[in-house]
């Protein structure tokens, strides 16, 4: 009989592939482990991050690592952006995700949670792990979201066909000039 850290994993795997199957904004691109402990996804959307020159770019692909550790779910995933993303609430190791993480939470919600941080759907500037992304965010409000996509696919049991006149876009955020092209002084 399989443990119940293993039946959780076996059923993460299983909601995380049945989930993402054929949606192009959240790709299960790699996993490691039988069930898989170590995920890695790739978000299609807009976020944005700081080159070498200092200055505040935008980025459509982002990839993230998960890590379920020993103690998982007790303990939340550990997760980890392998692009860089600049952003409140993560930095170069990590992704702060202990404010909203329990063990009855699924994974694919936290993935969906974290796509939407990426497109700054969702952020918190009150405790941030990059402070300088947190001023930057409490600046600029008018340009948040960067991305304002539907992150999360339909969930199975509330897909309900759209006519075409009633399918809506994502809106747009159309500003005057470059708003990405401010340099950002790091001290």
């Known amino acids: 009989m399989a443990s119940p850290r293993t039946r959780r994993l076996k059923l993460d795997h299983e909601t995380l592939t049945r989930r993402f199957a054929g949606w192009p904004v959240i790709q299960i691109t790699g996993s490691a482990g039988l069930p898989p402990e170590i995920y890695q996804f790739q978000f299609n959307l807009k ?17 993230l690592e998960v890590q379920l550790s020993l103690e998982y779910p007790r303990r939340a995933p550990q997760c980890r952006m392998l ?9 170069e190791t990590s992704v702060c995700i202990g404010d909203f993480w329990a063990a009855s939470e ?25 402070g300088l ?3 930057w965010a409490a600046e600029h409000l008018p340009l948040l979201p960067i991305d304002s996509c539907t992150v999360a696919p339909p969930l199975e049991e509330t897909v ?28």
Not at 118 to 127: D, F, G, H, K, P
Not at 164 to 186: F, I, Q
Request: charged fraction near 25%.
């Open 47 to 63: 976020g944005i991050y700081v080159n070498a020159a200092g200055e505040i770019l935008e980025r459509d692909t982002h990839v």
């Open 83 to 91: 692009t860089p993303v600049f952003h409140p609430n993560f930095d």
């Open 106 to 130: 699924g994974l694919d919600d936290l993935v969906v949670r974290i796509g939407r941080m990426i497109a700054y759907q969702e952020y918190n500037t009150r405790s941030p792990l990059n």
């Open 133 to 135: 992304a947190a001023k």
């Open 160 to 187: 309900v066909a759209k006519s075409d006149t009633e399918a809506a876009e994502p809106a747009v955020l159309e500003t005057p000039g470059d708003p990405w092209s401010e340099k950002l002084h790091v001290t």
